[in-house]
């Protein structure tokens, strides 16, 4: 990925959204999850000095979440030669964790678990279990299904901040689901739009903000290896 932004890929951008968008939902009859954040506070000076809190942890919760995935896969690749027995290994510890925690709530994509995330607190330590059983998953070698681990591990911490935090939990949890997203994928821009779209413009502000700091807090790491950072990249 590089650093250049070019005007001319926006139009296709859009029109292949669009086109996709409509092709999963007139032709197949598939949408996207709804989420709900009923109540969005005034945009006070201190309502907003709230997020920003919100939003260190946010960029810090996806520094983890890239850097899990990056350490276990390093760790596999200089102890188990084979990489067909990689994720054999990965899959059976999955497993073995699934089965004596008595649980499936942290594997799979989790989007009941997210869901719930807008309507009641939830165990604090929800965003951290699903941030080391998928980081274990990806880093032993099974591709793909960063996204939507993401939305879960940003919208329960947003849950769990709740407690600390005198904003509203489902806003608290929105802004967790695009904030991680953005500093794991140095997407602020591109995370507030999706969050107005899923959320609603009314928060938009809130969800900038979070975006914005997240961004800036998450280090120079992503969960895309190629992705080019140029200042960011040479963070710590």
């Not at 996207?32 to 960029?59: C, D, K, R």
């Not at 964790?97 to 594997?107: A, C, D, M, P, R």
Request: net charge neutral.
């Amino acid at each position: 990925m590089t650093r250049r932004f070019w005007w001319e890929s926006i139009f296709p951008a859009f029109l292949a959204a669009f086109v996709a968008d409509w092709t999963c939902e007139l032709a197949w009859g598939v949408g996207h999850t709804h989420y709900s954040i009923p109540e969005i506070p005034i945009h006070s000076f201190v309502n907003l000095a709230w997020v920003i809190p919100a939003a260190i942890a946010f960029g810090l919760s996806a520094r983890l979440f890239a850097e899990t995935g990056h350490a276990i896969s390093a760790f596999f690749k200089k102890t188990v030669a084979y990489p067909p027995l990689r994720p054999v290994i990965g899959g059976t510890l999955v497993a073995l964790i699934v089965y004596f925690s008595g649980t499936t709530t942290y594997i799979g994509l989790g989007i009941p678990r997210i869901v719930e995330a807008f309507e009641t607190p939830l165990p604090w330590y929800d965003w951290l279990v699903k941030t080391g059983l998928t980081g274990l998953t990806l880093g032993s070698g099974f591709k793909g299904g960063e996204v939507t681990p993401i939305f879960f591990t940003g919208a329960t911490l947003g849950n769990a901040l709740s407690t600390w935090i005198p904003l509203p939990l489902a806003l608290l949890a929105g802004m967790g689901f695009v904030g991680v997203f953005s500093g794991a994928t140095n997407t602020p821009m591109a995370c507030t739009v999706m969050g107005m779209e899923l959320f609603g413009y009314e928060s938009g502000i809130f969800l900038g903000l979070a975006c914005l700091v997240a961004y800036f807090f998450s280090g120079g790491g992503s969960i895309y290896a190629s992705q080019n950072l140029g200042w960011k990249g040479k963070l710590p």
